[in-house]
């Protein structure tokens, strides 16, 4: 089946620690992005990437980094400078960055 | 991106339409209208968009002013599973990319 997947579903870490969060996606997406999304708000965008080997800051890119080596892949690491890391995270994927996105079921961090 | 207003919350019976409006004065004439829901803790779905015309697939229909100053979306027989979060976001498909989702609307179908 076509789709988009990211794993794990729950992850747990502990303060200072960076941890990276895994996005593929086997539907031929040129463009993939990167969401966090806050209990009871919407989702804001971190970084996205249009083509391999090239992404572009988002909103709230600080404390977030990115790599896209290859078009199936985007995994995002969220660093210790973040200073609010517990989120749910959404990875998402278009066929061009002016099309619909298609959503992973996402990721729910908890800094402990 | 426009900015898209929409009220936090509405109830809807089972079987009877649901009627969802959103608010874009601001919208220019290259931004399409999308809309997007997103059932709890799950990651967003597409639902339908469209730029001036009114759209229908098999989820949903979107109706859009002629001013293109507001636009309604509709199930026309919700269920239970209907029961989310549902996002109306401006943009043009074409230049540089932010992709802006609002709070939404809460729909809740009550049987």
């Known amino acids: 089946d076509g789709g988009i997947t990211q794993s794990p579903k729950y992850l747990f870490r502990k303060e200072g620690q960076n941890v990276t969060l895994s996005c593929e996606q086997n539907l031929n997406h040129d463009a993939m992005y990167w969401y966090r999304q806050d209990p009871g708000q919407g989702l804001r965008l971190i970084y996205y990437?249009?083509?391999?080997?090239?992404?572009q800051k988002g909103d709230i890119a600080e404390g977030y980094s990115v790599s896209r080596e290859k078009k199936e892949s985007f995994p995002l690491t969220v660093t210790s400078a973040q200073k609010n890391p517990t989120a749910f995270y959404l990875c998402a994927s278009s066929r061009g960055h002016g099309n619909e996105q298609f959503f992973g079921p996402g990721t729910r961090l908890t800094v402990l | 991106d426009a900015k898209t207003t929409q009220p936090p919350s509405m109830d809807c019976a089972e079987g009877k339409a649901a009627n969802l409006p959103c608010n874009h004065s601001t919208i220019s004439g290259n931004e399409y209208v999308y809309w997007y829901r997103q059932i709890h803790s799950q990651g967003p779905q597409y639902i339908i968009h469209?730029?001036?015309n009114n759209e229908t697939n098999e989820m949903a229909s979107l109706i859009i002013t002629e001013d293109r100053k507001s636009s309604t979306l509709i199930l026309p027989h919700a269920t239970l599973r209907d029961t989310a979060v549902y996002y109306c976001?401006?943009?043009?498909?074409?230049?540089?990319?932010?992709?802006?989702f609002g709070a939404g609307t809460r729909l809740f179908v009550k049987a």
């Open positions: 469209g730029l001036k």
């Open positions: 990437s249009q083509i391999v080997n090239d992404f």
């Open positions: 976001i401006v943009r043009a498909n074409t230049g540089g990319f932010k992709t802006i």
